[in-house]
């Protein structure tokens, strides 16, 4: 019997727990981003994404239809970089609420060859 282990998805701490990474450390973490302009965004979406997670507005994205609210300046605010046009921003709460939807691992995160 052949067992492959996928060592880049797999964190070991201390306690020998094993613990398959499902939350992005860092923006490299990220498959490619673009949000429209053929860029990837990827430092973007981390930094919304880590906004929107220490501000605890998980769920309230999640079920967020569109337009303005406190919510959306409250990320606005957050975020570390906010280097955004009206249309990124837009585009990228979109992208990150689809994030939270759908779990980061494994849709999102970024494919490393074997």
């Known amino acids: 019997m052949l067992i492959k282990i996928d060592y880049k998805n797999i964190i070991i701490d201390c306690n020998k727990n094993i613990q398959r ?9 990220w498959c490619n981003v673009d949000i429209g302009y053929g860029m990837n965004a990827s ?12 501000l605890e507005l998980e769920e309230w ?6 337009g303005y609210c406190d919510e959306i300046d409250k990320i606005s605010e957050g975020l570390e970089h906010n280097n955004h046009s009206g249309f ?24 490393e060859p074997e």
């Open 21 to 29: 990474m499902t939350e992005p450390k860092d923006y490299k973490d």
């Open 43 to 54: 430092r973007e979406a981390h930094d919304m994404y880590m906004t929107v997670k220490r």
């Open 61 to 66: 994205l999640k079920s967020f239809k569109g």
């Open 88 to 111: 990124s921003f837009g585009q990228m709460i979109i992208y990150i609420k689809h994030v939270f939807i759908d779990g980061w691992y494994p849709k999102y995160k970024k494919n």
